[in-house]
């Protein structure tokens, strides 16, 4: 499975910005798909996830309310809306999956998701 993101870039505090995720080489049923981050000096971390076909989403305290994962029902593909974004925000962001439902107390950690993307910059100015 190849994981293709894109949508990142520069922006202000407070926009928004959508970022995709499509996975190819293989149609999936079951399929759990998530979003991590890594910014400079730290190590990545959760920020969203999505189980298919149980349609459940899953957020990091400090995106929840602001970000949404979303799915595309024609393809194996995943899409984080991002508004009100902040300087702390400020990562290389990069799309996982793992074919099949990952058991809820997984789908945080990213040890769980065995393809990953290349990553996109997202970086917001103060």
């Known amino acids: 499975v190849q994981l293709q993101a894109s949508g990142g870039g520069l922006v202000q505090a407070g926009d928004s910005l959508r970022l995709s995720c499509a996975a190819s080489?293989?149609?999936?049923?079951?399929?759990?798909m998530g979003w991590f981050r890594q910014a400079p000096g730290k190590e990545r971390e959760f920020v969203a996830a999505i189980r298919w076909t149980a349609g459940s989403t899953y957020y990091a305290d400090s995106v929840k309310n602001r970000f949404t994962i979303s799915r595309d029902s024609a393809k194996t593909a995943v899409y984080l809306q991002m508004n009100a974004l902040k300087a702390e925000d400020t990562a290389v962001y990069y799309c996982?999956?793992?074919?099949?439902?990952?058991?809820?107390?997984?789908?945080?950690?990213?040890?769980?998701?065995?393809?990953w993307g290349q990553g996109t910059q997202v970086t917001v100015s103060s």
């Open positions: 996982a999956f793992h074919p099949g439902m990952l058991v809820v107390s997984a789908v945080r950690s990213s040890a769980n998701y065995g393809n």
């Open positions: 080489g293989r149609t999936f049923v079951y399929y759990t």
